[in-house]
């Protein structure tokens, strides 16, 4: 069983000595994305979870010192984040300091390397909508489990359980790091034979996911990192971000294809 914070943890012993050598030249905060720009030009982004961010005027006490910090300091929000923006601020410079492996496949849409066959049963943690259709479409049975009740009706707690032990294939949001539930739900995982960890705040380091079941990390890796921080700055998600970033997609300790 993994305890809550190991990935964050792991992450950050990996990237603790990198951070020494690098400082923040800028960091954004947006309503769908943060982004955190290194002075080697290299940017990293993070999913903002609107529905967490504290509340009150002062959301960040020491905005305005951020640009010409060390990026060590940012990155130990991965360990002693107090809510899930400063977690995601600490993803953001993880993935900033970050270098995908050479051999990271291509930009595939995610659910391509699943190989899904019909009546295989999906568990989605998190809504992808975009993924919903073509899941279906294969004649997989999908089951959504979702924590904001505005974007989709919430499963009980025992059908979440049972869908999660039951699946064949769990596709789980990369948000699932910054509100710290990702170890709670592999820990409640049956033996899937796939398990995909999707999202542009995914940290492409296989090495921190060893002795869990994920197979699959599916990120990205910014490809403008001028257009990146302005689109953030202006409100703007995925769908306005894309041009400007590189879908990356891992295989980890792929199952034998039959």
Do not use: W
Request: charged share 20%.
């Amino acid at each position: 069983m993994l305890e809550t914070g190991t990935i964050l943890n792991r992450l950050y012993k990996q990237l603790e000595s990198a951070a020494k050598n690098r400082r923040i030249t800028d960091l954004r905060i947006g309503l769908g994305y943060t982004g955190v720009r290194l002075d080697n030009d290299f940017t990293g982004i993070a999913a903002v979870l609107f529905d967490a961010l504290p509340h009150g005027c002062t959301v960040m006490p020491a905005a305005g010192n951020f640009a010409g910090s060390p990026a060590a300091d940012l990155l130990k929000f991965l360990v002693d984040g107090k809510n899930p923006l400063e977690i995601a601020l600490g993803v953001a410079c993880a993935n900033a300091l970050i270098k995908p492996p050479v051999d990271s496949g291509d930009d595939r849409e995610a659910t391509t390397y699943l190989n899904l066959k019909a009546g295989e049963k999906v568990a989605m943690v998190g809504l992808f909508t975009p993924l919903v259709e073509k899941i279906r479409a294969t004649g997989a049975i999908l089951t959504v489990i979702e924590k904001n009740p505005q974007r989709l009706e919430l499963l009980s707690p025992e059908a979440k359980q049972q869908a999660l032990k039951e699946c064949d294939v769990a596709i789980i949001t990369a948000t699932t790091l910054l509100n710290k539930t990702f170890e709670e739900t592999v820990n409640a995982l049956g033996k899937p034979r796939s398990t995909a960890l999707l999202g542009p705040s995914t940290p492409l380091v296989p090495e921190i996911f060893r002795a869990t079941p994920v197979t699959h990390l599916g990120g990205v890796a910014v490809a403008n990192s001028a257009k990146v921080m302005q689109v953030i700055s202006e409100g703007g998600g995925t769908p306005a971000l894309r041009p400007y970033l590189h879908f990356v997609n891992l295989l980890l300790n792929r199952p034998e294809e039959s």
